[in-house]
């Protein structure tokens, strides 16, 4: 992702960039020859984890220099305490030392060099890195000191039974397809594409077809266009609406309120762009080299969106605080699900968001973006729970709810994520001031006055209805048995 976090690098440091970008190309064209010439069905597993490593530390030695030692150090330091501390608490300590190692490198970039500058952004690689440890300790801990049966089905999946040896722990790490933009993927699904054998430990039987398949045809996705695309829509548009103007005092003084608000959509969407093309140009570098299947749809056409980190209609589109935020670097929020919300006894949604600040990075503006979310989420799933089935006893009802969803939905965003862009407390204290904090009171009435279940009692009510849904079709299916037992007869 260059992330979420270091993708402004953009306009504040040309070198950078074209650094970026050119490391990116080569990438590509290094997944077609790694794709084409390093096939699992001709190549080891062993050369091919050597040259999508050393691949990898040579792009981000070219992009970074010597920084780029921090992402051998970082692992090097993880695992070590993978193999000292054992399986029991290991992803605790993993989580610990690799979110404080990030966050020193952070903070020594924001404070110390500059903080302004985005020159040398090591860290944006970084983020990605940790999330891949982290997530590499959990599912090591889910598959060997957890009980089978206290895993999720998507733990399940994704836990691993035996420890990685160092080159593929640096493989995952540090492969040319990621290191420079993500995303994050599992590590078993990493491992299955370097061995040949995508899907095997998420197929059943039915879908081995599919995997069949993949092998004679290999079909290769196409979203290199898009990811140029929204680089020429991001550089025409971004300094046409800049967002620096949304705090200026001439502008707030003699703009009516609703042209401000008009205004501030437009600013935050032409922001966009820029993650689109950073974040659907690593989905071709990662396809190309054959990493991505997902099956086929019921229709035949083949999914290249097992790490795919965005889908732009949906976020375009989103109807919901929710629908946005699962839409919009789904990587990301894969790892906060499995790390911190699905395993937090106590409020889950407050310590996600807070994780995911600690993880962006040290500017102010992050925080004041995810304190934000927090309120905002709380609400929107208020009015959902409360609101919606009331719209949804007619068709046309349910048009109207949709639109006035969409325009709060995208409106909630873009006054959400202003202090992200804006990176400093005293601009954004100051734009929130020009809306009287507004939504931040409002969001937090909605929260307190309507009613919501809490976590674990909705999770208890959707697997008391699942048990009586498929005891119903159980039910069915003896009736419809016997009656044609009975015709037999």
Not at 17 to 31: D, G
Request: hydrophobic share 40%; with cysteine; net charge positive.
């Amino acid at each position: 992702q260059r992330l979420s976090e270091s993708t402004e690098f953009s306009l504040k440091q040309p070198r950078n960039a074209v650094n970026f970008v050119v490391c990116q190309l080569c990438a590509l064209i290094s997944a077609f020859w790694f794709r084409l010439f390093l096939h699992p069905s001709k190549t080891s597993p062993f050369i091919r984890h050597v040259v999508a490593t050393l691949l990898g530390l040579y792009f981000a030695l070219f992009c970074f220099g010597w920084y780029a030692l921090h992402f051998l150090v970082q692992s090097g330091l993880t695992y070590g305490i993978m193999i000292l501390t054992g399986v029991e608490h290991m992803h605790k300590y993993c989580l610990l030392v690799a979110l404080t190692y990030l966050s020193l490198c952070q903070i020594t970039r924001v404070y110390v060099f500059d903080y302004a500058m985005y020159s040398a952004d090591f860290t944006g690689p970084m983020m990605v890195i940790t999330q891949k440890i982290t997530s590499l300790a959990f599912e090591i801990h889910d598959g060997m000191a957890r009980k089978e049966e206290h895993l999720t089905a998507g733990q399940k999946i994704l836990a691993i039974r035996r420890m990685p040896s160092l080159l593929e722990y640096f493989s995952y790490n540090c492969n040319f397809m990621g290191i420079l933009a993500g995303p994050t993927c599992s590590y078993n699904d990493y491992i299955a594409f370097i061995e040949g054998d995508p899907r095997r430990h998420r197929d059943q039987e039915a879908d081995r077809k599919s995997t069949c398949k993949l092998r004679q045809s290999e079909p290769s996705p196409n979203v290199v266009a898009t990811s140029f695309f929204c680089l020429l829509v991001f550089l025409s548009v971004c300094k046409v609406f800049p967002v620096e103007r949304n705090i200026d005092d001439n502008f707030i003084a003699n703009t009516p309120f609703y042209a401000q608000v008009v205004y501030l959509y437009l600013s935050m969407v032409t922001t966009r762009p820029k993650y689109y093309f950073v974040w659907t140009l690593a989905d071709a570098i990662n396809n190309a080299a054959g990493f991505g299947f997902n099956g086929y749809d019921s229709d035949g056409s083949p999914r290249w969106d097992l790490i795919s980190n965005l889908r732009i209609l949906n976020i375009e589109f989103a109807t919901s605080f929710k629908v946005f935020l699962d839409n919009w670097n789904i990587q990301t929020a894969h790892w906060l699900k499995r790390v911190c919300y699905e395993r937090c006894p106590y409020h889950p949604t407050a310590a996600t968001f807070i994780l995911s600040a600690m993880w962006h990075g040290a500017y102010p503006g992050y925080y004041l973006t995810f304190l934000t979310g927090i309120v905002i989420t709380l609400a929107a799933r208020a009015v959902r729970h409360n609101v919606r089935p009331y719209f949804l006893q007619s068709p046309t009802h349910k048009v109207v709810y949709d639109v006035i969803t969409w325009a709060a939905t995208q409106i909630a965003i873009c006054y959400t994520v202003v202090p992200f862009v804006l990176l400093s407390v005293g601009p954004s204290l100051k734009f929130y001031r020009s809306w009287y904090f507004s939504l931040h009171i409002g969001c937090v009435l909605l929260a307190v006055a309507l009613p919501v279940k809490p976590r674990h009692l909705r999770l208890k009510e959707q697997q008391k209805s699942s048990l009586q849904e498929s005891s119903q079709h159980h039910l069915e299916g003896t009736v419809s048995n016997c009656s044609q037992k009975e015709k037999t007869t």
